[in-house]
Nanobody, 119 residues
Framework: QVQLVESGGGVVQTGGSLRLSCAASGLANGILTLGWFRQAPGNEREFVSA????????HYTDSVKGRFTISRDIASNTVYLQMSSLKPWDTATYYC????????????WGQGTQVTVSS
């Protein structure tokens, strides 16, 4: 049974920092890419960042470049999202998701963790 368990969300003031974690388990076919997405109320889910598991290459949406850093711990199948210089518009539910095959998009999703940035 595949599980993605996020943690680390909370309430922070503008300019503050948070670190999200996502621990993946039960992935018999391994991990190709682990990504972070977010969804604010009334908005569509949007891509935030992703990391390729084999070589650690990263990708970010423009609005978080220079503020967010994605990293991974292969031994524990955990991906992190270090978020700094947070803005009120970063407020959203953040989800991690895993791509297990080059033929699929993101196959499995976590339950989400809430990030609220107060002004």
């Amino acid at each position: 049974q595949v599980q993605l368990v996020e943690s680390g969300g909370g309430v922070v003031q503008t300019g503050g920092s948070l670190r999200l974690s996502c621990a993946a388990s039960g992935l018999a076919n391994g991990i190709l890419t682990l990504g972070w997405f977010r969804q604010a109320p009334g908005n569509e889910r949007e891509f935030v960042s992703a990391i390729k598991w084999d070589d650690g290459s990263t990708h970010y949406t423009d609005s978080v470049k220079g503020r967010f850093t994605i990293s991974r711990d292969i031994a524990s199948n955990t991906v992190y999202l270090q978020m700094s210089s947070l803005k009120p518009w970063d407020t959203a539910t953040y989800y991690c998701a895993v791509q297990t095959s080059i033929d699929s998009y993101y196959d499995y999703w976590g339950q989400g963790t809430q990030v609220t940035v107060s002004s």
